[in-house]
């Protein structure tokens, strides 16, 4: 490799973290203003539930046609396209008067994020080639930090300025920020998006031998995705409608979760060099699927006894819960993206991309089916639901042992 493109990599490099934190940024800013937004449209479990599959629609749309798109015009061309359309749906998703323009801010959403997360990823598996280092753990710790900074600012300003001002603002901030880093980023003649072979994404098989491998890594990040969508976008209506807390502390266990996943995020290679990406994905699924369901069943009842002191020990509980979620959550994804990457025959890009058809659908689809679970039952009885995704999450990553 010559000295230029030792450059460009590197230039690509220190630029990628700061596009996954504004994907965090810009994505979840709307999580900490969920609550308003669904009681302005007077929205009930179910029906919001429902409103957030157009969601999962984009971002089914996104990663089922990235890996072909990556092939065909190469990734960075794909995150220009991203760069426009996560933005528009965040200000789409701001503004909704009604539950029309709020499922279409969804739509964009939910199909830029998997425009830009797929090639992005593609992009951080050529570069950790080409410079000789890992790091695609710590890009998802740049993307929760971006979550947990949404999650900051949307508390902080809830009782000040109106969610459309709040998501217009984080919207235009993260367009004007994208543009100039997707330009930093591999160009297609660098990107190896054709694979090391050249291979042709329709010759490769769904069903076959190591091909096999993928559907282990998909269910897995798919389990993982299940739990942090939930966190997402039911954390402050479980806070708010069967906790109490008060506006401004909603977003607590969000911002929990979120900061557990930046800590797991970085260490996350570290930890998967020493012990092994399959051990710590195992264990972090069954202790942190285990302590978040625990905390829910613990902390709801105890906040309903309108004791002080009890309902202060129920945020605490839960905020610990959904710490532990996060910190399960964090490496999961990246190692699953890693394993799916490395399986022989298929290029980089069309293993993340057909692995994310099914993974960044959980991410968005889990919510709507907590939402209807809620709907037959309550929201704390359908929490059990991500939390056993998570420990399903955890067996998955059995499969990161073979490659």
Known sequence: MSARERALALRARWALPWIFFLMGLTSMAWVPRIPEIKNSLGLSDGEFGLVLVSSSVGAVIGAQLAGHLIQLIG????????????????????FSPNVFVLALGLFFMGLGSA???????????????????????????????????????????????????????????????????????????????????????????????????????????????VAEGASADWSGILLAEHMNIELGLTASAFASSSLSMIISRFTADALMERFGAARVVFYGGAFGGAIWSASILIAVPLSQTNNESNNLLALVLINIGFFAAGAAIGPMFPAFIVGAAKVPGIPASLG????????????????????????????????????IA??????????????
Not at 364 to 384: H, N, V
């Open 115 to 225: 425009s830009m997360d797929i090639p992005g990823n593609a992009q951080a598996v050529v570069i950790e080639k080409l410079i000789g280092r890992k790091f695609l753990a710590s890009l998802h710790g740049a993307w929760s930090i971006g979550t947990f900074a949404a999650a900051l600012i949307g508390g902080a300003v809830a009782t000040f300025v109106s969610p459309a001002v709040n998501l217009g603002v984080l919207a235009a901030i993260g367009l004007i920020i994208f543009i100039p880093l997707t330009e930093r980023m591999l160009d297609a003649t660098r990107d190896e998006h054709l694979g090391d072979e050249g291979k042709d994404a329709k010759r490769i098989p769904w069903f076959r031998s190591k091909v096999n491998l993928l559907w282990v890594f998909a269910f897995g990040s798919l389990g993982a995705l």
């Open 75 to 94: 990734s960075r061309n794909l995150m220009r396209f991203a760069q426009t359309t996560l933005p528009l749906g965040v200000l789409l998703m701001g």
């Open 390 to 403: 998570l420990i399903v999450a955890g067996i998955a990553g059995r499969g990161l042992r073979t490659k």
């Open 352 to 387: 993340i991309a057909r692995i994310s058809v099914i993974s960044i659908a959980g991410y968005f689809l889990g919510p709507t089916i907590t939402g209807f679970i809620s709907e037959l039952t309550s929201l704390p009885t359908a929490f059990m639901y991500p939390g």
